[in-house]
Nanobody
């Protein structure tokens, strides 16, 4: 079993900063692409930022220059540093990982799985 555990959400004023962290637990798993998604009330879940195992990053246009994604492969951890937060950033943030279960070979579909964190509420309000 592999689980993603998030931390770091909360209430912040406009212009403030927050850092979200997400750590994978469970032995025998390798995390490939990891990312952060968010879902605002009444809206669909959307990709915020992603990072490959080789640390190639991708950002939604709305967060470029304000958010930074990073990862520590040794700790199976991904983080999202958010600054200059705006009310429109208010949402539940979810981390996601494309994981590989090394107990199965590359031709076995059970090797590959998508794992989601429990969600962290970020509220930007004065």
């Amino acid at each position: 079993q592999v689980q993603l555990v998030e931390s770091g959400g909360g209430l912040v004023q406009p212009g403030g900063s927050l850092r979200l962290s997400c750590t994978a637990s469970g032995s025998g798993f390798v995390m490939n692409d990891m990312g952060w998604y968010r879902q605002a009330p009444g809206k669909e879940r959307e990709l915020v930022a992603s990072i490959t195992r080789g640390r190639v990053t991708n950002y939604d246009a709305s967060v470029v220059g304000r958010f930074a994604i990073s990862r520590d492969n040794a700790k199976n951890m991904v983080a999202l540093q958010m600054r200059d937060l705006e009310p429109d950033d208010t949402a539940v943030y979810y981390c996601k990982a494309d994981a590989m279960n090394t107990a199965y070979d590359v031709f076995d579909s059970r090797r590959y799985l998508e794992v989601w964190g429990q969600g962290s509420l970020v509220t930007v309000s004065s």
